[in-house]
């Protein structure tokens, strides 16, 4: 018996989920959406600060610092450059922070501060070669055009971040000027913006600045002080930055505490890892005590992107299942049970966990 | 010395939450929308089914049943009759959910289940008068145009609820064809719903297809398995229907798990009751050691709507509080510590609780 009333006008919406709106701070509704390329009125929206003002200044890019021929690119030049195009998902490093448990301060992230595209731009390791690195040189500093105020800091901050020189040299670490084939988006970083594949999207740099090449350890707010990982809640002892994105998975679908038929159902997710290729995940029904291989999506591996899975689930008998996903990279490492604990909550990756009624 | 950046290009937007999208089961981003009348865009959407198919026939409301003399109304005849126009708040009976403790099966709503606005309509028992009751006339049963399967059940069903003749009387409860000031949205009953102010909105039945006036019971999937209190989670007993909507409040602002510099922070909230006006709101920020009133806003005072309050909070040392609110209303009930818990997850209305970190 076929029940036909799904053709619904007009079409549905998933929109984004907003955690704050000053500064705009909204998920993507990665539960629903399926695509390979995040479309990007649903990229998420991570910011510290009010949208930067553009002005006519905020088209050329300057290096300076430990660089033999201080530079000033301008828009134009960037594009005539070779240019580099690479598929890079980008996650928060507070991704999931609202699992954590006892519950950490700070937006309250679902599994959805994670989004990705095809980046085009130059390397920056051909700015920097342009300019030439000088041998006292250690790190190269980013700064954003965004600025403002924090709680408990009495003088208004511009973004910035640094790289360490051998991350800056990949070749894959680019300058973008485009997301998906346009312009990038003003709300992610237009005109410039640093993507730094594999690392946690704090190092992307939106509305990037300036460059700046200095002989010691950068010192900001943003990597001394944020974007640390403090395992102990009262102490700074065994702290350490974040950096690249732990091995992680989420479930799709179903979603957690619903109510579906008996019968067949597709559990369908996505597992990415910074340290390499995600090589196999594993789904359990019966809360881990048994584990079953699931098919990876072979069109959607790329070195920098997620992977899409799924597996059927014969479900036979009523009741209350929890299903639960852990993936595997090409490095070995695997989905704890636990995530480690960090009194800013960053890097959440333990692993997934839905629970559903069989009815 | 003032930092001024906040001139936002493009300006933010919140967006709905969704929590399922088939069928389309969407929230209200209330903590960020402090609007008298929700616009049709940010009101909330619960649907058991998908949308469904209007037809010519959609135009015209039949009464039958116990009656003497059975109508059928067209769309244009309602529009001459003299019309009420009620500003009505809808409440989902599983606002909240999310928050009982066992978590329960079902959509997660957090707080935003819930909108309002004007509602223009005829009122019920003008239509029903035209028709004339019989002395027999027991329930009115409206069934809605919105059709489908549901777990564990093996033959669709319609969407349909009754309501006691006592309340079909009233004449705020309307036969809606217009809400603030517009035909109604499609995805909110286009072109007639019932709205029965004071209940929970499963009562307000969405594309109303025909009234039914019968002499018993009414025995619907959503009348007595659905919306209805379990407390026991193995056991039907002591099981009673969701009607009324329970004496509750909300914490806007601040958000929960949010870090706010020392100073004075303006919290903001909402309260609401089915059981009348909400009379007072108590505020504490000491986990409920201390209350302090909170001052009202008068102009937000309307019998069917949330009243919103505010207070100024002097948050002078750093550290960690939770702030609560407590709403009373004009019968007398008090919002409770803890909200009983059922098996369906309905009606919860503890104390709201938001905590936040000062540095």
């Known amino acids: ?30 539960n629903f959406l399926l695509n390979d390329n995040t479309p ?14 553009l002005t006519k200044q905020s088209f050329f890019l300057p290096i300076t610092g430990e660089v033999y021929k201080p530079r000033i690119f301008s828009f134009q030049q960037l594009l005539s450059f070779p240019s580099r195009t690479v598929k890079v998902l980008l ?9 954590f448990i006892p519950k950490v301060f700070g937006e309250q992230w679902g599994a959805g501060a994670m989004s990705q595209g095809d980046w085009k731009g130059v390397p920056l390791k051909d700015l920097l070669q342009y300019a030439g690195l000088k041998y006292t040189a250690k790190e190269i500093v980013f700064e954003g055009y965004d600025w403002g105020l924090m709680p408990g800091i009495s003088t208004p901050l511009y973004y910035a971040r640094s790289l360490p020189i051998e991350k800056a040299l990949h070749p894959d670490t680019i300058i973008a000027y485009e997301f998906n084939g346009k312009p990038i988006p003003f709300k992610h970083g237009y005109p410039l913006r640093l993507i730094v594949p594999q690392w946690y999207a704090m190092a992307s740099v939106k509305w990037i600045k300036r460059i700046k090449v200095i002989d010691h350890t950068f010192k900001g707010q943003f990597q001394t002080e944020d974007y640390v990982y403090y395992p ?27 109510i579906l038929n008996q019968g067949i159902h597709k559990i369908k997710g996505m597992a990415w890892s910074g340290y390499g290729e995600i090589t196999r995940v594993d789904v359990s029904t019966d809360h881990g005590q048994s584990w079953t291989e699931a098919t990876l999506n072979a069109s959607s591996r790329s070195p920098y992107t997620w992977t899409n899975w799924t597996i059927d689930w014969q479900a036979e008998t009523k009741g209350e299942f929890t299903i639960m996903s852990r993936a595997t990279d090409s490095c070995g490492y695997v989905q704890p049970i636990a995530s480690q604990w960090n009194r800013k909550g960053y890097g959440y990756h333990a692993i997934d966990k839905v629970n559903v009624k069989i009815q």
């Open 1 to 30: 018996m076929k029940h036909k009333n799904e053709t619904s006008t007009p079409p549905v919406s998933p929109y984004l989920i907003t955690r704050t709106l000053m500064p705009e701070n909204q998920e993507t509704p990665l």
């Open 40 to 53: 990007p009125s649903y990229f998420y929206r991570r910011n510290h600060f009010p949208y930067p003002k």
């Open 232 to 258: 102990n809640e009262d102490s700074d002892e065994g702290k350490k930055p974040v950096t690249i994105i732990h091995v992680n998975s989420m479930i799709q679908q179903p979603l957690n505490l619903s």
């Open 91 to 99: 996650e928060c490093a507070g991704n999931k922070r609202q699992l």
